[in-house]
């Protein structure tokens, strides 16, 4: 099944998706758009152009477990999504993607605006593996 999750951010959004074999996910895209019903369409476009089945989107919860604002804006937008494109969706704990998607950066020696238009998509990427994952160990 092809899985597409989405890192939601206030001015940058992360896409990433899987091959068919749930093996491996991999960046897809950084959207630019800040204006929800924009964004909406523009991953509802890239989840028709990777013929994505399932979409995850990145749940960002505090360090202690809680959820606030950002976390309630990604409901909202998962709910939204799923409205838009008929497609199932399903929520991924994201806690420390961004940290380790930097992590990555730091390590690949990716610095200055190259850094800044991939990190989303590279989080997103490791928001997906996670929950390719969980679903591989879970099938067990």
Do not use: W
Not at 2 to 29: F, Q, W
Not at 96 to 121: E, P, Q, S, W
């Amino acid at each position: 099944m092809i899985i597409m999750s989405v890192d939601l951010g206030k001015a940058r959004t992360g896409i990433a998706v899987c091959d068919k074999t749930e093996m491996l996910a991999s960046p897809y895209r950084v959207i630019n758009e800040t204006y929800i019903e924009k964004l909406l369409d523009k991953v509802s476009d890239c989840a028709k152009e990777t013929k994505a089945e399932l979409l995850v989107v990145g749940l960002p919860k505090n360090m202690d477990g809680s959820e606030g604002e950002s976390a309630e804006n990604a409901r909202v937008f998962a709910q939204r999504l799923k409205e838009k494109t008929g497609l199932p969706v399903e929520m991924k704990d994201e806690r420390g993607t961004t940290i380790t998607a930097h992590n990555y950066l730091n390590i690949t020696d990716t610095r200055g605006k190259k850094r800044k238009a991939v990190v989303d998509a590279v989080a997103a990427t490791i928001i997906l593996q996670d929950y390719l994952d969980y679903r591989k160990h879970s099938r067990i």
